[in-house]
């Protein structure tokens, strides 16, 4: 049995909001705020977004689609090409790994994942900057960039939550 148009276009987009989120999201990171020093400190939005898809629809959000989503934040963000891909590929391929143990729990099991992970491409993306450089760089906007993301986290967690809940059914 075939699909009308209007389905087949309506389960598109629903399958595409993963990958558009996170876009949406990348390029809301790098919009210039005018808060003195907030720059250097600001939350990995797409960190979010990468790890909550993951673990729930891997499907929607392939591997290929992580490479452009980390594409794109170091060509928006300025950060040398490649830093943001590696650091996104490996969350992904970390969370994915663990989704077993991570889907369906409860919700201080998911924070308490994003939060090893998050510190990990933290940890990450400073060895990577460091290496890029030459130079150990200050760790310290790495340290406060995570804690903003890790309280950050839950407001997106909940908003991916019901998106997923209210749009994303199992087919």
């Known amino acids: 049995m075939t699909l009308p148009l209007w389905q087949k276009l ?3 987009a629903r399958n595409i909001t993963p990958f558009s989120l996170t876009l949406a999201l990348v390029i809301f990171s790098v919009v210039p705020l005018r808060i003195p020093g907030y720059a250097p400190i600001a939350p990995v939005l797409a960190l979010m977004s990468i790890y909550h898809w993951a673990i729930y629809r891997p499907n929607l959000l392939p591997l290929f689609a992580v ?5 794109m934040h170091d060509l928006l963000s300025g950060t040398p090409v490649g830093l943001y891909i590696l650091v996104f590929l490996t969350v992904y391929g970390l969370v994915v790994s663990q989704r077993q143990f991570l889907a369906g729990k409860s919700f201080m099991v998911y924070w308490f994942g994003f939060l090893l992970i998050s510190f990990g491409a933290a940890v990450e993306s400073w060895v990577l900057a460091s290496a890029w450089n030459l130079a150990l760089m200050d760790f310290q906007p790495v340290f406060f960039q995570f804690l903003l993301s890790l309280g950050i986290f839950p407001i997106i967690a909940w908003v991916f939550l019901r998106w997923q809940q209210s749009f994303l059914q199992q087919d």
Do not use: E, P, Q, R
């Not at 490479?67 to 594409?71: D, E, N, P, R, Y």
């Open 10 to 12: 309506d389960k598109m």
């Open 67 to 71: 490479f452009l989503l980390g594409l």
